[in-house]
Nanobody, 115 residues
Framework: QVQLVESGGGLVQPGGSLILSCVAS????????MNWYRQAPGQQREWVAF???????NVAGSVLGRFTIFRDDAKNTVYLAMNSLKPEDTAVYYC?????????WGQGTQVTVSS
């Protein structure tokens, strides 16, 4: 069974930093592109970043220069390093993979950026 478990969310001040983790199981992790998405209350879920099996990356324009996605294939873990956080980054952050002809999502981890 595919399982994605996020952790690392919390309350941070504007300008602060946070690293989210997603531990994956149930599939051959190093063969798949991994994604991060986020969803703020009352808003649609939006894509944030991806990293391919070859460790090529891309991030959304709204977080470019502030967020970095990376992975540790030995640990079956994908990370999202968030710097210079803004209040508008407040959302539930979700790990995602498309495999076995399905989309799989973690339960999400809450990130709140506030003074």
């Amino acid at each position: 069974q595919v399982q994605l478990v996020e952790s690392g969310g919390g309350l941070v001040q504007p300008g602060g930093s946070l690293i989210l983790s997603c531990v994956a199981s149930g599939f051959t992790f190093n063969q798949y592109t991994m994604n991060w998405y986020r969803q703020a209350p009352g808003q649609q879920r939006e894509w944030v970043a991806f990293i391919t099996s070859e460790h090529n990356t891309n991030v959304a324009g709204s977080v470019l220069g502030r967020f970095t996605i990376f992975r540790d294939d030995a640990k079956n873990t994908v990370y999202l390093a968030m710097n210079s956080l803004k209040p508008e980054d407040t959302a539930v952050y979700y790990c995602h993979v498309y495999t076995l002809s399905n989309n799989y999502w973690g339960q999400g981890t809450q990130v709140t950026v506030s003074s």
